[in-house]
Nanobody, 122 residues
């Protein structure tokens, strides 16, 4: 079983930066994809960015591309989200997501972290 633990959220002023981390723990699996999603109060959860672990290929939601950067450290089973030029509209709970597969399995499973609050003040 894979567990995800996020860190790095907090309060920042508009125009500032934050770096979120998501560490995967467990054994006997491969992680194929990791991503960040966010959910603002009263809104649906939305995609922020994803990364393919093996290749490093990334994708971003249109509104985040250019301001946010997703990266990974495969040795640490950790994915990062560098967020720059933050605006109040970026205020949300940010969730880490992973698609993982046990060594013996033929299909991916999905796991979510507990979320970390990011608040951007104007």
């Amino acid at each position: 079983q894979v567990q995800l633990v996020e860190s790095g959220g907090g309060l920042v002023q508009a125009g500032g930066s934050l770096r979120l981390s998501c560490a995967a723990s467990g054994s006997g699996f491969n992680i194929n994809h990791m991503g960040w999603y966010r959910q603002a109060p009263g809104k649906q959860r939305e995609l922020v960015a994803t990364i393919t672990v093996s290749s490093g290929v990334t994708s971003y939601a249109d509104s985040m591309e250019g301001r946010f950067t997703i990266s990974r450290d495969n040795a640490k089973n950790t994915v990062y989200l560098q967020m720059n030029s933050l605006v109040p509209e970026d205020t949300a709970v940010y969730y880490c997501n992973a698609m993982w597969r046990p060594y013996y399995a033929s299909w991916d499973r999905e796991v979510w972290g507990q979320g970390t609050q990011v608040t951007v003040s104007s």
